[in-house]
């Protein structure tokens, strides 16, 4: 798929990523109050639509809404709230937008509601593991779902992480749930894999699994990496003390991840993002 087109088919996503060249760039909304990053910024239905077709002309090929934090530390919010924050955004977007909208949920019955307001794809942060009826419900969806691997959950997941090898336990944990949805009936060009940076992860772990990506990428699923703004930039650099303060180190983590095989990158400034991955292309084509 070009990138000129902005127009991805709205299922099967898989099936329009090139053989090598730039990776698709995922851009994130969250209507929420209490995102790590943004947090409140884009918390009602008009300004999360503003950002999402800024986003849009900034040449993002799929945008990524969430009503629920997933920071470490986060609360849950209920079915009903997060519904009430993400179906109106996805119905307002899909009107005036025609590309991929994904929606980032662990729940089955948001996942749902954004799907028939015009998501098609289901970005799960539990592999569809959060309710017993996760992966029947993909399957019936039909939608592109994207499993990622978290330690624990959001409230604990930080509090110390342990793997006696991370890159094996996190691509086996991966496989299994991919052969878990298809076992559901969610088909095969529809599971994309996510290694979970900062879910559950020290620095360590997280420039691990970044170095072995090809691990995962081996698995025969087009990886996401998603690493934007996150606190492992600021364990690098201890100066990046706030999400704002981390470009750099989002721009040279998704540069990476895409250097070593991810398909698909999940950040929050597009622009910068496709643009270095525009040069990066030029630079590796001589």
């Known amino acids: 798929m070009s990138r000129e087109s902005q127009t991805p088919p709205l299922v099967g996503l898989s099936h329009a990523l090139p053989d090598g060249g730039v990776p698709l760039v995922m851009g994130i909304v969250n209507v929420t109050p209490d995102s790590f990053s943004d947090g409140g910024r884009w918390a009602t239905t008009e300004r999360a639509v503003e950002q999402a077709l800024r986003l849009a002309e900034q040449g993002v090929d799929v945008l990524d809404i969430g009503g629920e934090s997933t920071r470490p530390g986060a609360d849950p919010v209920t079915e009903g709230q997060e519904i009430d924050r993400v179906a109106p955004v996805i119905a307002a977007i899909r009107a005036r937008w025609d590309g991929v909208i994904s929606i980032d949920t662990m729940k089955p019955a948001v996942a749902r509601a954004a799907v028939a307001a015009g998501a098609a794809m289901w970005n799960d942060v539990t592999a569809l593991t959060h309710a017993p009826d996760s992966a029947a419900v993909a399957a019936e969806l039909g939608c592109d779902v994207v ?19 991370v890159v094996a336990e996190v691509a ?12 559901a009936g969610v088909a095969r060009d529809r599971i994309w894999l996510d290694p979970g940076i900062g879910f559950g992860k020290t620095l360590a772990h997280n420039m691990a699994l970044t170095a072995h990506l090809q691990t995962l990428t081996a698995l025969g699923f087009p990886v996401l990496y998603a690493a934007s703004r996150k606190r492992t ?11 704002d303060d981390r470009l750099g180190g989002s721009l040279a983590l998704a540069l990476e991840g895409a ?25 590796a084509n001589g």
């Open 147 to 165: 499993l990622m691997h978290m330690k624990g959950e959001p409230r604990t997941m930080q509090a110390d992480p342990r793997y006696d090898d």
């Open 172 to 183: 086996a944990y991966l496989n299994d749930r991919a052969q878990a949805a298809m076992a």
């Open 233 to 243: 930039i600021q364990a690098i650099d201890p100066t990046a003390t706030q999400a």
């Open 259 to 283: 250097r070593r095989g991810a398909r698909m990158v999940r950040v929050h400034d597009v622009r910068e993002t496709v643009q270095a991955l525009k040069v990066q292309a030029a630079v």
